[in-house]
């Protein structure tokens, strides 16, 4: 089970960090971690994703350089830390799991094998 939370209300430029909690068969050290967020009438895509050993990263070009991956495979957690927010980063936010999962595929949804119910983050004044 993977369980978002950490969502809310800020304002531009402001931040946020949202946390995935897993348990049971969602996480492993060797699974490949990754969030998406879907705004509302729109499809769900790709925003961050980090390999088992948080060695490698890759983003999304719209949150490049204000989003930060990380994982602690230790307490099954992976972190979304996010910066500089924008009105257009409004969206739920999922976390998934890849059990197989390589970098560069990383960015395709249908690869995932598990998902959190997701958390809302809006971003307005």
């Known amino acids: 089970q993977l369980q978002a939370s950490g969502g809310g209300l800020v304002q531009p430029g402001g931040s946020l960090t949202l946390s995935c909690a897993a348990s049971?068969?969602?996480?492993?050290?060797?699974?490949?971690m990754g969030w998406f967020r879907q705004a509302p009438g729109k499809e769900r895509e790709f925003v961050a994703a980090?390999?088992?050993?948080?060695?490698?990263?890759h983003y999304a070009d719209s949150v490049k350089g204000r989003f930060t991956i990380s994982r602690d495979n230790a307490k099954n957690t992976v972190n979304l830390q996010m910066n500089s927010l924008k009105p257009e980063d409004t969206a739920v936010y999922y976390c998934?799991?890849?059990?197989?999962?390589?970098?560069?595929?990383?960015?395709?949804?249908?690869?995932?094998?598990?998902w959190g119910q997701g958390t809302l983050v809006t971003v307005s004044s």
């Open positions: 980090i390999t088992g050993s948080g060695g490698t990263t």
């Open positions: 049971g068969r969602t996480f492993s050290n060797y699974y490949l």
């Open positions: 998934a799991a890849d059990r197989f999962g390589l970098i560069p595929t990383s960015t395709d949804k249908t690869k995932y094998d598990y």
